[in-house]
């Protein structure tokens, strides 16, 4: 699968959003409760923010296909919680419910996800934080390359903190076939 990214609309893609993270599937987004409103105003705020992104991943028809957002874990997310080193980036990423699942789509997403951050040269590694209970996100991190470090306590959640460089994602995915699918 190939995908493309474009910068989030807040006001155009809220809707489109909205259904995405109210939905049962996305519990760990926790979203659940938010009115397209809140949606909104949470979408604008990133925009706003110079350490925080939000991205729409588009599959080959330009559809949007899954919500990605990065983030400078220096000041956002992660503050007091790790010891940022330079290069370091975090990332979130969501894919939508579906009727029909697709084989290997979300393995694909997280792959192009990473691809996509490791285009800048500056990231040297990516830094994530999911929950302790989202078993199927752990297994899709350490299919791309991460390494959990420890558990540690946010606001809103118990989190696994784990951590990927760009030798490690290479080193699973060779740089031709992971560009293949962020292209």
Known sequence: ???????LDPLKDAELLHGWVTHPKAAFWMM????????????????????HH???????????????????????????LYEPQPGDIGMHFLTPPTDKPVRGFTRSVI???MAHLFEDPAVQRVVVEPDVANKAVHALNEAVGFVP???????????????CTREQFFNRHSPVAARGAAV
């Open 1 to 7: 699968m190939t995908f493309t990214f474009r910068t």
């Open 32 to 51: 659940q409760d938010a009115r397209l409103e809140d949606v909104e105003r949470a979408y604008m705020e990133i925009a706003a923010d110079e350490h």
């Open 54 to 80: 939000a991205l729409l991943g588009l599959d080959e028809n330009g559809v949007p296909a899954f919500l990605m957002e990065y983030y400078d874990p220096a000041h956002r997310e992660l503050v007091g």
């Open 111 to 113: 792959t192009a996800v």
């Open 149 to 163: 470090e420890r558990e540690i306590q946010k606001p809103e959640k118990k989190a696994l903190l784990s951590f």
